[in-house]
């Protein structure tokens, strides 16, 4: 999930895209569908503990025929510039994430097992969806849109789980986070719709139209640059302690009056109107009965947020030379893509 976005035609709501780091905090392996060769990279697999998949993807042989089109060979020349432009970025930043987090592990003489691979899979289906079937359907479609063909799907699981393995010895639970969590969980929320326009001058026309009566949806609809404005500006119940809203929202929605229509809140460039339709109050549940899911949910989320921070220092200090014109144009937007770099 991802805080809100301030340009126009874009939902401000986080959660939208089952794809991305919602996934998997490599989730930059999740894009692209083409292999890679003549790169150099200056990880050494000899003793690699996930060197084995590595192994299956590496360069072409030079020369080889891999189809035929009215009797004539088509080679990796041929595909070469296409596949690098189609995914050639892509695959490069998953080959880097791998051999960083490989050479890394075997530096602190750590091997991965099955266990640890396994629970890669069963954390992804958890994120797409709570029902395992559901979570197999959008897993099958998700690949087949993102071209993650069997040995990528099991490179990204493998890469995952070494980074989980090598950021252990930081993972700290603390008990504000606990509490923080139980809040984020079960206790108040409020749900209300959204309008977003692009000057303050529209945001007061808006305004003095819904508190003279007319409805807040159809203003929404007709003139709202948020995607909700499809749904009527309609956004999911919000904790006060939910970090992928915008402070200045969470604190404009706990202050209001049931039923009321906010003054305008700035975002960036974009102007802000909400009104509170409904809300939920907290579900009771004794925080001592709910402790074991909180330490899971709790631990989930600092390991994502320092499996994160280790592919960013993974990307940033790999020392690579792409010699390819077309593959290194390719691998610089990738690697900002990556870091989350603006472009």
Excluded at 233 to 252: A, E, K
Excluded at 290 to 299: P, Q
Excluded at 320 to 338: H, N, S
Aim: one cysteine or more; proline letters at 4%.
């Amino acid at each position: 999930m991802r805080a809100i976005t301030h340009s126009t035609d874009r939902h401000l709501l986080p959660g939208r895209n089952c794809g991305g780091s919602a996934l998997l905090v490599i989730a930059v392996t999740l894009v692209g569908c083409a292999g890679t060769q003549y790169i150099s990279l200056p990880a050494d697999r000899a003793n690699s503990p996930m060197a084995d998949v590595t192994a299956k993807t590496d360069a072409a042989p030079v020369g080889r025929t891999f189809a035929l089109l009215n009797g004539q060979s088509i080679e990796m020349a041929d595909l070469e510039t296409g596949l690098f432009e189609a995914g050639g970025g892509q695959v490069l930043v998953e080959l880097v994430l791998h051999r960083g987090v490989s050479s890394r592990l075997a530096a602190a003489g750590t091997q991965l097992n099955k266990t640890q691979i396994d629970y890669e899979r069963t954390v992804l289906m958890h994120r797409l969806h709570k029902d395992a079937n559901h979570a197999t359907r959008m897993l099958t479609e998700l690949r087949r849109r993102r071209g993650l063909g069997e040995q990528r799907f099991a490179r990204m699981l493998k890469t995952n789980a070494g980074l989980r393995a090598l950021i252990q010895p930081d993972v700290q639970i603390v008990d504000f986070e606990l509490r923080k969590q139980y809040e984020f969980e079960h206790g108040k929320r409020f749900q209300a719709r959204l309008i977003t326009v692009a000057s303050a001058q529209m945001a007061a026309i808006v305004i003095q139209r819904a508190r003279a009566g007319e409805r807040f949806i159809d203003l929404a609809m007709r003139f709202s640059t948020d995607e909700s404005r499809v749904t009527g500006g309609y956004m999911p119940p919000i904790s006060p302690v939910d970090p992928t809203y915008p402070l200045v929202i969470r604190n404009t929605l706990t202050r209001m009056v049931l039923g009321t229509i906010s003054e305008p809140i700035t975002l960036g460039g974009t102007f802000a109107i909400v009104k509170l339709e409904r809300i939920i109050e907290a579900d009771g549940v004794p925080f001592d009965d709910v402790i074991e899911d909180l330490t899971t949910h709790v631990r989930l989320r600092v390991e994502q947020m320092l499996m994160q921070q280790r592919v960013h220092s993974i990307i940033n200090e790999a020392d690579l030379t792409v010699l390819d014109a077309t593959l290194k144009r390719m691998w610089e937007r990738q690697k900002r893509q990556a870091l989350e770099l603006p472009k």
